[in-house]
């Protein structure tokens, strides 16, 4: 029976590769100077961020099933400790994605207003 235990965990770490199939999307959005960009710029830079975000959210469904295979995986010979640790990888890692998305996010939003801010109508005469 002292052999089931070394044997388990050696499947575990020989399996953990195949969960390894989520990528985190590349934020390589293109942000445009709202000060110098046309409108069409910024239409295809709220596009890229749009995708980006989606890109995000998929990512992270990808990560919580392979997170939720990873603890069924493991079964009832995972202790209470184990199961925090693999919820807490999973969760920085979830974290990490929405961080970098807000940031280009934020980048995004900053531009915009700079571009609205060029682009405003002028105003009209006073009467």
């Excluded at 961080?99 to 682009?119: G, I, M, S, Y």
Aim: aromatic fraction near 6%.
């Amino acid at each position: 029976m002292k052999f089931l235990l070394p044997l388990s965990l050696l499947t575990v770490l020989v399996t953990a590769p195949a969960f390894a199939n989520c990528s985190a999307p590349s934020n390589e959005v293109k942000v445009p100077n709202g000060a110098t960009a046309t409108k069409d710029d910024m239409v295809a830079a709220q596009h890229a961020v749009k995708d980006y975000n989606a890109a995000v959210k998929d990512y992270i469904d990808c990560i919580t099933k392979e997170m939720d295979a990873r603890v069924a995986m493991g079964g009832d010979k995972l202790t209470d400790a184990d199961r925090l640790k693999i919820s807490t990888e999973y969760t920085a890692m979830q974290n990490a994605a929405v961080d970098r998305v807000q940031k280009v996010a934020d980048k995004f939003n900053v531009e915009l207003r700079a571009w609205k801010t060029k682009n405003a109508p002028p105003a009209a005469p006073a009467q």
